[in-house]
């Protein structure tokens, strides 16, 4: 791993993170970097153990236009530079060598929601928490639950309305 230069507030932010709270957001103006920790953190974690974690947003195509397309493939490259990974562009999945997986999805669309009720996660990350419904959240959390020495996390990030 390269330790790609990060400011003040993402070092803080990853302290955060990494901590013991289970649910924790990031909250922030657009463009301060809190996609980028948090994939970050999320790709940490993947290293560590084998291991699934969800990136989820509203609708499908924003998760895979800022994220899978931009946020993730420029984390990757910058901070992991010699990480082995491949990308299915088919189902929207990061895998690692160690069998981890990074799942994008959005939940406006009530099949992808139900496959991903039949998957279970160490980590959950709600892009652009704010624009969620409280239930299709609160069902989506049943599932961090996956069996492994991983401490569960569910992060959230959101801007200023």
């Known amino acids: ?29 657009s463009r301060a970097g809190k996609s980028a920790i948090i994939f970050y953190a999320l790709v940490v974690r993947a290293c560590k153990v084998k291991s699934r974690h969800a990136i989820l947003r509203l609708n499908f195509n924003a998760v895979k236009r800022s994220l899978w397309m931009e946020t993730a493939p420029k984390i990757l490259s910058i901070a992991f530079p010699d990480l082995k990974v491949s990308l299915n562009k088919t ?4 895998n690692f060598s160690n ?6 999805a959005g939940l406006d669309d009530g099949q992808r929601t139900e496959k991903l ?5 160490s980590s959950i990350w709600y892009n652009e928490v704010s624009q969620l ?29």
């Open 1 to 29: 791993m390269s330790d790609f230069a990060k400011t003040e507030k993402q070092k803080e932010a990853i302290n955060i993170l990494a901590g013991p709270a289970k649910h924790v957001c990031l909250y922030g103006g």
């Open 91 to 94: 189902d929207y999945i990061i």
């Open 99 to 104: 069998g981890s997986e990074i799942v994008f």
């Open 117 to 121: 009720l039949g998957l279970e996660f």
């Open 133 to 161: 419904n409280y239930h299709s959240v609160q069902m989506v959390n049943t599932r961090l639950a996956e069996k492994n020495h991983l401490r569960k996390k569910i992060y959230y990030d959101a801007n200023p309305s």
